[in-house]
């Protein structure tokens, strides 16, 4: 069965930085492209970054380029998300998500994980 | 970046009636929509993908259809586990993006 994991989560002073994780087993990770996905209390999915099986291509939404960076060990199964300059907007539930399919990019996502609060306040 | 368009916002239902709910690209996308459903408090599921495509494991009572701009997720008899909050995703190009969600509530 597949899983995903993500850790990392917490409360931090805007401008601060966090390092989320992701922790998957039950498929061979890579060959698959990871995603992160974000939902803010309430709301609806934000699409925030992907990253190709082999780390080859790399995409970001607008809103956080330039301040997060997304990244993977395909040895330790494992999909990173490292964020400096928080702002109060970047409060969210982060979503560690697999491609629904092998190789390329870009595909429906599935599964999720169950998400790592994401708190920036003073 | 291409906006997705959900419609109705919230719907409200009863066990057993057949619903629509649908969603609209800005710009074509051909057939790279997807539909998933979330809960309160959980992760979102896949339903649908390449718009019509069922998901393995989901009923059947779910179906999707439309390709270019338009697109719906139909319930053909809607069941106590359904109401929940549905997203229509496309993934043509990146950015990917998510409709604004619509919630799904008992009649």
């Known amino acids: 069965e597949v899983h995903l994991v993500e850790s990392g989560g917490g409360l931090v002073k805007p401008g601060g930085s966090l390092r989320l994780s992701c922790a998957a087993s039950?498929?061979?990770?890579?060959?698959?492209?990871m995603n992160w996905v974000r939902q803010a209390p309430g709301k609806g999915l934000e699409w925030v970054s992907s990253?190709?099986?082999?780390?080859?291509?790399?995409y970001y939404a607008d809103s956080v380029k330039g301040r997060f960076t997304i990244s993977r060990d395909n040895a330790k199964n494992s999909l990173f998300l490292q964020m400096n300059s928080l702002r109060a907007e970047d409060t969210a539930v982060y979503y560690c998500?697999?491609?629904?399919?092998?190789?390329?990019?870009?595909?429906?996502?599935?599964?999720w994980g169950q998400g790592t609060l994401v708190t920036v306040s003073s | 970046d291409i906006q997705m368009t959900q419609s109705p916002s919230t719907l409200s239902a009863s066990v057993g009636d057949r619903v629509t709910i649908t969603c609209r690209a800005s710009?074509?996308?051909?057939?790279?929509l997807a539909w998933y459903q979330q809960k309160p408090g959980k992760a979102p599921k896949l339903l649908i993908f390449?718009?019509?495509s069922l998901q393995s494991g989901v009923p059947s009572r779910f179906s999707g259809s439309g390709s270019g701009t338009e697109f719906t997720l139909t319930i053909s008899s809607l069941q106590p586990d359904d109401f929940a909050t549905y997203y229509c995703?496309?993934?043509?190009?990146?950015?990917?993006?998510f409709g604004q969600g619509t919630k799904l509530e008992i009649k």
């Open positions: 998500a697999r491609d629904s399919r092998e190789g390329g990019t870009g595909w429906s996502i599935d599964p």
């Open positions: 039950g498929f061979t990770f890579s060959s698959y492209s």
């Open positions: 990253i190709s099986a082999s780390s080859s291509y790399i």
């Open positions: 710009q074509s996308i051909s057939s790279w």
């Open positions: 390449e718009a019509s």
């Open positions: 995703h496309q993934y043509n190009s990146y950015p990917g993006t």
